[in-house]
Structures are given as structure tokens and as C-alpha cells.
């Protein structure tokens, strides 16, 4: 496996931008543009556990891929990741499941109810985020249904390989502690047999094809936003206490491939709701739409 850096930079102008995260662009590393976030300053882990404490979060200890799912809340969580020894329920429940990674919450979306949250944060003015506009009825019928995850993670914590739904564009903003990504181009889907392999602790014997990719790997502190072209595979390890907002973002340069995706899910949901002799027969299910619903 070879290793390369990944690019930083401060001010682009829009198309610049553009010709890092269009589909076949490069991952970018954008910094200077946190400071003023009303974000950086006000949210901790107690701020969280004050003001939205009693919010209901998912636990994994393998994030994406969803083991050990476990539902508590958000007091509990912070507990459980600030504690200064590991005596809280959560870290005696984590004993008896003998999991190897520490729980993980990677599904909170608190925006929605929350709304309030989005004034501490903000992108820069060259990076275009249609999802605001798209209208509320449009939202809700299409996947991801709300935008904005704010990831709390102790030490050790993984998000394993995976690419972001949609072909949307990713966006890593870190807060609060430091995480290292791995990150691979669409093209090395293969040499990276399509996530199963672990980049931070490679598997060479068993996953052969693997030196043959480029791990585009940085380390993220707090005020860097890690951006991703669509469809790049990213491997995010917790290095420690950290806080991040995760956002897919959707604009001209994407646009297409979203919509596609996004049509296709519900027209293969629509062909599936039909009964089997629906219109003139239960062949009339395309093979292609029905393959995007177990993508999806
Ligand atoms: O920061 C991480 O753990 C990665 C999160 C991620 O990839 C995602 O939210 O899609
Ligand atoms: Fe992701």
C-alpha cells in the first residue's frame, strides 16, 4: 500500500473547489475557516449533556457496520466517554459484550429537533450546498432524509471503511480532539475488497490486492474540514476525546449522480410495492432498480 498526503489549503475560489470534490476530484483538507464558529467555542461534552442530554442516541462499538446496537441517552453516552474510570453502566456493559472497539455514536442527527444548532456552524462561502433549498416534501421522500450528524467519540473509536451514500459529497468538520482517516479513490474499490479490509492495521496475507491501492491518509485537529469527492472510501480512526460534524453535501458538480441514485431507490420501492401481477405481470420489475434498493 502506498501512502500519499492529502492536500491543504485556506482560501479557493468556487471552481477551485469545485475541482477538488466533483466526482474524480481529490480528497482537501480546508482550514481557517472554524475559528468563528460559535461552535468551536460553545460546544463541549457538557455543553451536550446540559442542553440535549435526555436526546435518545444509538450505540455501536463497530460503527458502520452497526454491531452491539444499543440505545441510551445522550447523558449516559457522555458519561460513559468522559469518565475518568471505567465504572459507569455503559463501560460494565461494554465488559460483558467483550467488544473490542469502545461504543460509538455515528447515527445522532440532532439538527432536526434542534435546529438551533445549525447558527454555530457554517461553510465557507466557496463550498455550495444545495440540500438547504431542496424542498421540505423532496426531503422527506429522499435519502438522507436529514442532513447534519454531530459524532462524539472516545479514544480508539473506528468508523470502519465505507463510502457515503448518494454519491454525495463528505464533509468531516472537527471540533474537539484528533482523528486519522485513510482514505482510497473509488478506483481502488477493488484493492480495498470493497471495505472489508482494516488500512490502520492491514491484513496483507489475506487481502493480497491491497498494496496495490494509494491510502490518501491525514490527520484531522480541530478547525480542519476534511472534504470528500463522491464516492471515496474513508476509514476514520479516533485518536482521542473527539467531536465532529459530518455532512453530505449536494451541488451542481453532483448533482446528476444524486438524483440518479436517488429516483432509481424510490422507483425500484414503488416496482416492489406492486402486487406480483401488478402492471401486465410480475416481470415488469426492473433488474437494475431492484439492485439500487439492497445499494441503498
Ligand atoms: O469521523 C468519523 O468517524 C467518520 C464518520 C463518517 O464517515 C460519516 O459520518 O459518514
Ligand atoms: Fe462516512
Redesign the pocket.
Known sequence: MEFTEVATETLLSPREFDDYTRPGGKPLIVRGWMQGWPAMDAWSFDFFKDTYGDDEVKLGCD??SGDCDLVTTLADYIDYLTAEEADADLHRHHRRLGAERPF?C?SYQPFLAHPELWDDIALPPFVLDWWPYFDLEFKRSHFPHVQG?I?L?PPG???RL?V?SHHTI?L?AQLRGT?E?YLFAPEDAEAVYHGAVDPADPDHSRFPDLKMATCHRCVMTPGDMLFLPPDWW?H?V?KDH?I?V?Q?LVNHTNFGLYIRKALNRNLARFLNSLPPDGIGGSDVTAAGASQEVRDA
Open positions: 460503527a458502520m460509538y455515528t450528524w459524532l467519540s473509536a473506528v468508523s465505507h457515503d463528505t468531516l482523528k482517516a474513508h476514520v479516533t473527539s465532529t459530518s453530505n
